[in-house]
């Protein structure tokens, strides 16, 4: 099931390459935080079609709806205030299902933030691509 579904993201972000291909001005750009495309977007576009083509068990047909609904309205969230200006600025809660990508790209920024305080040295992997006639 995800090989489909990373399979309709990739024709997707195609499909937008080619639409975007255009020659653009530099301030046309959109420099948001928002990743340009999230595996919601390609649920919200074909869980339809894959449920009515393939059969889906309540378990799965969950976790779409999980990921679908992740950091929106329909998880709820809060507000939170400034003391000083008092600019409001609202946060949606997590889905807290562990197949979706946005829930778990906390966990993995919480690892690597664990994983680094523990790293004393300051060396690293590098890895280099040469050409044939080097090999």
């Given at each position: 099931?995800?090989?489909?579904?990373?399979?309709?993201?990739?024709?997707?972000?195609?499909?937008?390459?080619?639409?975007?291909?255009?020659?653009?001005?530099?301030?046309?750009?959109?420099y948001?935080?928002?990743?340009?495309?999230?595996?919601?977007?390609?649920?919200?576009?074909?869980?339809?079609?894959?449920?009515?083509?393939?059969?889906?068990?309540?378990?799965?047909?969950?976790?779409?709806?999980d990921?679908?609904?992740?950091?929106t309205?329909?998880?709820g969230?809060?507000?939170?205030?400034?003391?000083?200006?008092?600019?409001?600025?609202?946060?949606?809660?997590?889905?807290?299902?562990?197949?979706?990508?946005?829930?778990?790209?906390?966990?993995?920024?919480?690892?690597?933030?664990?994983?680094?305080?523990?790293?004393?040295?300051?060396?690293?992997?590098?890895?280099?691509?040469?050409?044939?006639p080097?090999?």
């Open positions: 099931m995800w090989l489909i579904l990373l399979t309709l993201l990739w024709k997707r972000i195609k499909r937008r390459k080619i639409m975007a291909d255009k020659p653009s001005t530099p301030a046309a750009k959109s948001s935080k928002r990743p340009r495309h999230e595996v919601a977007d390609v649920i919200m576009d074909f869980a339809k079609k894959h449920q009515a083509r393939y059969r889906t068990t309540r378990s799965q047909r969950r976790i779409l709806e990921i679908l609904h992740c950091r309205i329909g998880m969230g809060h507000t939170n205030q400034c003391d000083h200006c008092r600019h409001i600025e609202t946060s949606y809660n997590f889905c807290r299902n562990r197949h979706c990508p946005k829930y778990q790209s906390l966990a993995k920024a919480r690892w690597l933030l664990r994983i680094v305080g523990q790293i004393s040295c300051r060396c690293g992997t590098y890895t280099v691509s040469l050409p044939c080097m090999n």
